[in-house]
């Protein structure tokens, strides 16, 4: 892997105040987020990392009719189900390590797992079935327009959504009852950091490819803005149906465009975008092409014969690196030993521990009470990580502030992080994932 530095954004970020992090090795990790697992350590073999799987630790509490009952809204099919393990994975570990601990007011947390799919059907035939099932919280979507589906029913429900992955600037203002809560950062952060990329690797004119979703319009325009205010030009741009049936008329015209990079702003569909490119002779090998979170994982290039197609292909994601974190590794290996994938895994460990805590501080599960107390639980108190050490202080009459895995959160009154990373990722010669650079920001 690469040697990875960290960066602040510099003059690109529009309507942000930004404050630089120190990235360091090991010997920084107290003062540091705690770090996400990047995709790239999957491809070892946990053994050959020095990581043995553990199995997640056994039940410590007594299931009953006051359970905290959470849903899943996650990917298992549909363009994002890459995402799907690892946000499951996080999810599940969480929910074992509280049960481990004696639950939460006084009985167990109840994981009740969904599929979102990618569109309004599915999610809301799963969110249907678990308001029947009377959850108190759900997890997910991972897709911000799936999550736009549903959300009115869920938060009007008086029921908390809490998403793992949702990086549309669209829920920042949303009227949602004050129940819909987030613990990946606003595409605001995100769109800067792709911006800056572009800028620092030379590349001056771009040609933007983008999905027509929420997500895919947003980070656009969340990029465009700083890149052309940097002195980037924008050649050509194009809206996709992912669901279309090829996109030979979007490739071919960014091709033509002749522009320094190419900008693919899209899910699943990406490989077949690329596969164009590619046989264009404009593929990762004879231009710069960039990706986001929705595109970067390490099933992009498993979709090709021969992945170190791909290589070279760089873009941003969400998160934080987790080379220092072998333990969260090896506790999500304990859960799914055949993870590929870690991204948003942290996310979703992450917002199972802060609707925990946030329960146990408004001494219910209702999701009104327990929404009133989540964004505190994030900030303000004593400093805290593990299951152990916020329930010492939450028992001793104290405050929290839980800083979790996938970084400090600190969450505004919006109910997101208002401090984020993102990584750079870049495909190797063999079509791995690297993280090459970090950037830290805050809002």
């Known amino acids: 892997m690469k040697k990875t530095r960290a960066r602040n954004f510099g003059a690109l970020v529009v309507g942000l105040a930004l404050i630089a992090g120190a ?3 090991s010997d920084d990790a ?21 990581i043995t799987p553990i199995a997640p630790p056994a039940a410590n509490c007594e299931e009953g009719d006051d359970a905290l009952r959470i849903g899943g809204l996650l990917p298992e099919t549909g363009n994002l189900a890459f995402l799907g393990p690892p946000e499951f994975a996080g999810v599940e570990l969480a929910v074992a390590e509280l049960n481990a601990a004696g639950g939460v007011n006084g009985a167990c947390v109840v994981w009740l797992p969904g599929d979102s799919g990618d569109n309004g059907d599915v999610a809301n035939a799963t969110v249907d079935r678990l308001l029947a099932e009377d959850v108190d919280a759900f997890i997910g979507a991972a897709s911000s327009g799936v999550s736009l589906t549903v959300i ?3 938060t009007n429900a008086g029921k908390i959504q809490f998403s793992p992955a949702n990086t549309s600037p669209a829920f920042t203002d949303y009227a949602d009852n004050g129940l819909y809560f987030r613990s990946a950062p ?3 952060v995100q769109g800067a ?7 620092s690797d030379g590349a001056l004119t771009a040609a933007f490819i983008v999905m027509n979703d929420s997500y895919g319009t947003g980070l656009f325009e969340y990029t465009s803005a700083p890149y052309t205010a940097a002195g980037g030009e924008i050649v050509y741009e194009v809206i996709y149906d992912p669901q279309a049936e090829n996109f030979d008329a979007e490739v071919s015209a960014a091709v033509e465009s002749d522009a320094d990079a190419i900008v693919i702003i899209g899910f699943d569909e990406t490989s077949k975008i690329l596969t164009g490119l590619i046989e264009a002779g404009a593929g990762p090998a004879d231009k710069m092409i960039y990706g986001s979170d929705g595109n970067m994982g390490n099933a ?22 987790i080379e220092t974190n072998e333990d969260f590794i090896a506790r999500l290996l304990g859960v799914d030993p055949e993870l590929q994938d870690f991204a948003y895994s942290g996310e979703s460990y992450d917002a199972v521990m802060v609707i925990a805590l946030a329960a146990i501080v408004a001494g219910s599960n209702d999701g009104v009470a327990v929404g009133a107390q989540i964004n505190d639980i994030t900030r303000g108190g004593e400093k805290c990580s593990t299951v152990a050490t916020c329930g010492e202080i939450l028992a001793a009459g104290g405050d929290v502030d839980y800083d979790g895995v996938s970084g400090p959160l600190e969450f505004i009154d919006a109910g997101e992080p208002s401090e984020a990373s993102i990584l750079i990722k870049e495909f190797n010669a063999s079509g791995e994932l690297e993280v090459v650079d970090i950037i830290f920001g805050k809002i």
């Open 23 to 25: 990235c360091g090795g």
């Open 30 to 50: 107290a003062e540091e987020p705690a770090e996400e697992p990047a995709a790239e350590e999957a491809e070892a073999p946990a053994e050959e990392e020095g």
């Open 152 to 154: 009115d029913k869920i």
């Open 186 to 188: 606003s595409d605001v």
């Open 193 to 199: 950091a792709l911006a800056d990329l572009m800028i």
């Open 300 to 321: 992009l290039a498993q979709a090709f014969d021969d992945p170190g197609v791909v290589a070279g292909m760089r873009g941003t994601v969400p998160g934080v690196d």
